[in-house]
Structures are given as structure tokens and as C-alpha cells.
């Protein structure tokens, strides 16, 4: 790794700016709400057309799975733009190349990507999104996959109505536009000021970032094995921290090209 490593900051571009990832969301979630609409409306027509015996259209009811599968789609995708952007704040200052091998090992996981941001969320919430992180893998995207151990038909209508009901969907957009608001205020709140210290060092770097609504975190790389007081040592030795050592969360930067990756460090003697 070399000392003249690009790393994420204000001149970033691309995926490496989290305000691209924000608007990238925002219309994801207006997408979202827009064909929500368009499957109410239509639902109010696949209503009458049942209940009045109408001459049936095959396309209203291939619009009713259509617009409610793809609004759900939309919608998890929405959330992963706003937590990928929480987590380019997270990592400011670390290399571009450790940070894009991140996003991709992170992929869908939404419940992990919360939970590294610290985005207080009830358990409900949490399943909520890994609901939503399923849809983006599978269910609103595929048809269902058969399973030994399930029943087809009945995997295929928890998955339609999954989709299809509109007080779930109406909570979801709820915990979407409270994990946006969280994201948004992450450095941007002068009430709780972010304080970043980045240091090249002769034995790779080191990030330490304070305040900004995230978790104390430091980032280092070392090619070595170091015990925690001798970790300690030297990362103080270049760095000022601003709270005791063990209040941080600490991710270590390892390995190389395709292989690169950023792991919480285990705190081992």
C-alpha cells in the first residue's frame, strides 16, 4: 500500500461521496411511493373488475403483483443508498480501495450495515429490515425458490402478501425515512461536532474519528500481529485520542487487491 493511496474526503467522487448515495436514495424512495400509488389505484380496479364482474384484462392483475413487487424493490433499494452512504461517513479518510471493498463484502446486508452505524433500531425494526434486504436478494426480484423443507404454494403466498399489504409498506417507508434522517445528520449537526485524525506511518496509517452521531472508530492497517497494549501504544503514539482506547470500535484494514478487506480487530492480549 502506498503512502499517496487515495482516501474518501471532501474532494471524493462517485461512490465515495455520501451526498451521491443520498440522492441516488431519495429517488429510489420516490420511485417507491409513486408506484405504490399506482398499485392502489389499480387495485381499486382489480376490485371492481372482481366484484362487478367486469370484462377482465389480464393486465390488471399482472399490474397488481407487478407494481407491489416492484415498489418493495425500490424501497430496499432506497435503504441501502442511505446506509452505504452512512457508511462512506463512517470510514472517511481510510483508502477508496479498502473502503470499495467493504461496500461490496457488505452487499444487501442491511441489518449488518445499521448495526455498524449504531442506528438505534427496536428488534422489530431490525427484522423489518432484513425483510427488506430479502426482497432486494430475492423475493421481489425472482420467482420464488422452491425448498425441500417448504411448501411451494405456501412460501409463494407469504411472499405475495409480504408484498401486498399496505400497513407493512407504510412502515417500512417509516423506518426507510428515519434511517435517511440518521444518515443525514451524520457530520452535519454542529450540536455534536465530528473530529477526524488521519496519520500515514511508517508501518501503514491510521483513522480515528469522534462525535458526528457515529461510533468512536478506529481504522488502522499493520501488517503485523500486535497485542492490544502494543497497538495501543502505537496508534497513541501518532494519533490523540479523544476518549480511553477501549471506548472505540476498532476495524483493522488487512490483505491486498481483491482480498482487501476492513474486520473488527479482535482486542486479544
Known amino acids: 500500500m502506498s503512502n499517496r493511496e487515495a482516501v474518501v474526503n471532501s474532494h471524493s467522487m462517485g461512490i465515495f ?12 424512495l420516490v420511485a417507491a411511493k409513486a408506484l405504490r400509488q399506482q398499485w392502489l389505484s389499480n387495485r381499486e380496479e382489480l376490485v371492481s373488475v372482481i366484484t362487478e364482474r367486469s370484462p377482465r384484462s389480464s393486465e390488471v392483475f399482472i399490474k397488481d403483483t407487478a ?8 424501497l430496499g433499494y432506497s435503504v441501502e443508498m442511505f446506509l452505504k452512504g452512512g457508511v ?19 452487499g444487501h446486508d442491511y441489518g449488518s450495515m445499521a448495526k ?3 442506528i438505534e433500531l427496536e428488534p422489530g425494526q431490525f427484522e423489518q429490515l432484513n425483510g427488506l434486504s430479502q426482497s432486494v436478494v430475492n423475493d421481489a426480484r425472482y420467482p420464488a425458490t422452491p425448498s425441500l423443507d417448504k411448501n411451494f404454494f405456501e412460501q409463494t403466498n407469504k411472499i405475495t402478501q409480504y408484498n401486498h399489504r399496505q400497513p407493512n409498506f407504510e412502515r417500512l417507508v417509516g423506518l426507510v425515512e428515519q434511517i435517511r434522517d440518521f444518515v443525514q445528520k451524520i457530520d452535519s449537526d454542529s450540536s455534536n461536532p465530528t473530529s477526524f485524525q488521519h496519520r500515514w506511518t511508517d508501518w501503514g496509517y491510521v483513522v480515528s474519528r469522534w462525535g458526528g452521531h457515529l461510533p468512536p472508530t478506529i481504522v488502522f492497517r499493520h501488517e503485523g500481529q500486535r497485542s492490544k ?17 477501549d471506548r472505540y470500535q476498532i476495524y483493522q484494514d488487512r490483505g491486498m487487491g481483491k482480498s482487501r478487506r476492513c474486520e473488527p480487530w479482535s482486542l486479544n492480549e
Open 67 to 74: 407494481l407491489a413487487r416492484s415498489s418493495m424493490l425500490l
Open 116 to 118: 455498524r452505524l449504531r
Open 17 to 28: 461521496k455520501a451526498s451521491n448515495w443520498k440522492k441516488e436514495g431519495d429517488g429510489l
Open 88 to 106: 462512506v461517513k463512517l470510514y472517511s479518510y481510510c483508502p477508496e480501495e479498502m473502503v470499495e471493498r467493504l461496500m461490496r463484502k457488505l
Open 229 to 245: 497494549s502494543d497497538l495501543r501504544r502505537a496508534i497513541e503514539a501518532v494519533v490523540t485520542l479523544s476518549a480511553e482506547f
